[in-house]
């Protein structure tokens, strides 16, 4: 609450559609939940097509007056990929699939950049990592983190993925 950090464990993370989708939010809670649930019910009315849901969503927010003043931004992702949606519109899927939001977004993303290209990290461990790069260095981000992955493709026993495994680390 504008500068005193009131809540340092809330978790802005969480799965939809059985645990075959991650969603991450920054910005006001109540607001990027709102957006999580819009999403889930999207899922919902278009069989489950990740894509169309997120431009559904986005179309949405945009457009109509109830959701135009959620103020939040958003990250979801499947096995084959991660968007971030913003109220104005944006879809965008970045070209190396690493995406940051939040107050230390560019410098999680930057360490994770250069993580990637330079260690033999796992996608959590480089994530871990970023994260505690990004809490050193920026006062609105703290060490506080909740890390949620996606199974293998390939030993998921059903067509979705499996349910995604989270991971707590605090400071």
């Known amino acids: 609450m504008g500068n005193t950090i009131v809540k340092a464990k809330a978790a802005k993370v969480r799965t939809l559609a059985g645990g075959r989708i991650l969603a991450g939010f920054a910005g006001s809670a109540a607001d990027g939940l709102t957006l999580c649930d819009l ?26 007056r109830r959701y135009r003043r959620l103020e939040a931004l958003m990250i979801v992702a499947d096995a084959e990929r991660s968007l971030l949606l913003s109220g104005t519109g944006d879809i965008i899927e970045a070209d190396d699939g690493i995406l940051a939001i939040g107050s230390g977004g560019n410098f999680a993303l930057a360490a994770a950049r250069a993580l990637l ?9 480089v994530t871990s990592e970023s994260l505690r790069i990004a809490g050193e260095i920026c006062v609105f981000t703290n060490l506080s983190h ?26």
């Open 39 to 64: 999403l889930e019910s999207k899922l919902e009315s278009v069989g489950g097509n990740f894509v169309r849901a997120a431009v559904e969503l986005a179309k949405d927010w945009r457009q109509d």
């Open 117 to 125: 290209g330079n260690t033999d990290k796992s996608a959590a461990e």
């Open 146 to 171: 909740t890390i949620l992955e996606l199974p293998d493709r390939k030993s998921s026993s059903d067509e979705f993925g499996g349910e995604a495994k989270e991971q707590q680390e605090g400071a």
